[in-house]
């Protein structure tokens, strides 16, 4: 046997030892190496476990990942399941981020709605207090016994800025007329004037111009004033819905499946700790929110549109400058009738006849022959802001600046979620330490572009409640458009010669800036029908005359 051995050993060649050598080492190496590239399903069990679910779930080894729906089919740490775990944390995950990355733009939107309103009513309020106040301690008596006249014209001025189907140019027209009646009332207090005989005095308010120039200029200013004011409170409103509405909708499954994969995929791989890849992450948000991005150019153009009527608010249309002197001008209106008092009474009676006399003395009425007090607008110190916290001109200059911010809000959507703090690796387009969604490496798939008309239609459908949105932001910038050139779109058709008003946003007013300031007037043919015309002047109402003069003396701030 010895012998035989030692034949065969004779026999062996040097090369055959060192092959055999060989083969024995890669023997023993072939399972150190698949040892190596073996995942690590406990570290995916901790991790998976960290997120506050039940290690039970884990798969104990690595699978072929051929039942997986939504990360790639691979060899895998996961099972269906897990899947279905990512996929409802994920699409909880995507709320959040959209909630969180609107916040700042819904916030601005609604406080902005509350300062703008809360500031155009109280200005409202204000104003109706200063008159009612003024008025009372300098007119006292007949202001009492008419107050129901002014108080009509503010209640409507309210009632057209909160909404109210009102033809701001019909009600000024109206409040006119009875001022005129009651007036003519007062000036005219011994002849019996009746329902018939008023309604004949109104059909010449055109023509007599009882209040010169100031119903024509006063009704341009405020339609315009109340125009632009109204609609831009509006416009807000539209935008926090808009902005609510957009941020709320919800995500497609095809989104819910990218999403998914962008940030829990890795989890199965082992890579907990990865990121996603920049690039990836604009991939895949651009995709699930296509339909906000189709959204932008809508809202870049009604962004626009609320910019141009914030300057009519701080210039031509400032509703502030209009309303707060406006006690001034119809005092001013008020004198201009008692200047010229003689003459209209002679109109009046060329046109309707003379009323019968009403048996009542000139001092039927016991007027005190002087007024304490002097009648002045608010001081400025004294300005409707205590709600609001600031003056008009700094609210539309502060609202500006965040409007302007926010023009291309949807659009930079994407963006604004990848830079967020967690969301998305920092490393840019080069980077290989991130996830790309199948494994560590740089993601190389070029992004997509804003939309979904040009993305994958499963991963965007068209959303319903984003076309409505789009729409409501079209019929809004609508109502800003009429609202920038003073017109009211409701009441476009109610007068053809002045400017429009009404429940919307305005109406052309082709010759709101020509004032006719001359009223007709004729001279009485003799003497003697002076004298009657100017026997119906009682001693309050020259009083009032006198009064208004100094009322005056701040005419058209």
């Known amino acids: ?263 829990y995929c890795s989890q199965c791989r082992g890579l907990s700790t990865l990121k996603p890849c920049s690039g990836y992450c604009l991939d895949v948000m651009k995709g699930c929110v296509a339909d906000q991005a189709d959204l932008d150019p809508e809202w870049s153009r009604y962004i626009d549109a609320m910019l141009l009527v914030m300057e009519r608010l701080e210039g031509p249309f400032n509703i502030e400058s209009v309303m707060e002197p406006i006690d001034v001008k119809i005092s001013e209106a008020i004198m201009n009738m008692q200047e010229n008092s003689m003459q209209l009474s002679y109109q009046v009676f060329q046109g309707c006849g003379q009323p019968k006399p009403s048996g009542m003395s000139r001092s039927a009425r016991g007027v005190p022959d002087t007024f304490s007090g002097r009648f002045s607008p608010y001081s400025p110190e004294e300005l409707p802001t205590a709600s609001a916290g600031t003056r008009l001109d700094r609210l539309v200059t502060d609202m500006k600046e965040k409007l302007k911010q926010f023009r291309k809000f949807w659009s930079s959507l994407p963006v604004s979620v990848c830079q967020g703090e967690d969301v998305a690796s920092t490393g840019g387009a080069e980077d290989e330490r991130c996830w790309n969604g199948r494994e560590q490496g740089r993601f190389v798939p070029e992004v997509q572009t804003d939309g979904r008309t040009v993305n994958d239609p499963d991963v965007s459908r068209p959303d319903a409640v984003v076309r409505q949105q789009i729409m409501a932001l079209r019929v809004m910038r609508n109502k800003l458009k009429n609202a920038y050139d003073g017109n009211d779109i409701y009441f476009q058709d109610s007068n053809e010669e002045s400017s429009g008003s009404g429940s919307g946003s305005g109406v052309t007013d082709s010759d709101s800036d020509s004032f006719v300031t001359d009223a007709p007037v004729q001279e009485p043919e003799n003497r003697e029908e002076e004298s009657s015309a100017s026997s119906s002047v009682r001693p309050d109402v020259l009083l009032l005359l006198s009064f208004s003069a100094l009322a005056v003396s701040d005419r058209w701030r």
């Open 1 to 263: 046997m010895t012998r035989i051995c030692r034949g065969i050993k004779q026999q062996i060649s040097p090369e055959l030892v060192m092959f055999a050598a060989l083969c024995a080492l890669l023997v023993l190496r072939v399972p150190v190496a698949a040892d190596l590239n073996a995942l690590n399903c406990s570290q995916v069990k901790d991790a998976f476990t960290a997120l506050g679910y039940s290690p039970d779930s884990v798969p104990t080894e690595e699978t072929s990942g051929v039942n997986l729906r939504v990360c790639a089919p691979q060899r895998s740490c996961c099972n269906t399941e897990m899947e279905e775990i990512f996929s409802r944390r994920s699409s909880r995950d995507f709320e959040k981020l959209m909630d969180d990355t609107s916040e700042e733009l819904r916030n601005v939107f609604v406080s902005g709605h509350k300062r703008f309103d809360d500031f155009f009513l109280e200005l409202l309020e204000n104003t109706e207090r200063s008159l009612n106040e003024m008025f009372l301690r300098t007119y006292g008596k007949p202001y009492l016994q008419n107050a129901e006249v002014f108080q009509g014209l503010f209640s409507e001025l309210k009632r057209y800025y909160t909404g109210g189907n009102v033809n701001l140019e019909e009600m000024l027209n109206d409040f006119w007329t009875r001022l005129l009646e009651r007036m003519f009332q007062l000036l005219n207090s011994q002849y019996l004037i009746t329902e018939d005989y008023l309604e004949c005095i109104s059909k010449y308010m055109e023509q007599l111009k009882p209040f010169g120039d100031v119903p024509k200029k006063l009704k341009s200013q405020v339609t315009r004033a109340f125009i632009a004011a109204r609609t831009f409170v509006q416009g807000l409103a539209v935008g926090r819905d808009v902005a609510n509405r957009v941020s709320e909708v919800s995500m497609s499954p095809a989104c819910v499946g990218s999403f998914t994969r962008m940030l």
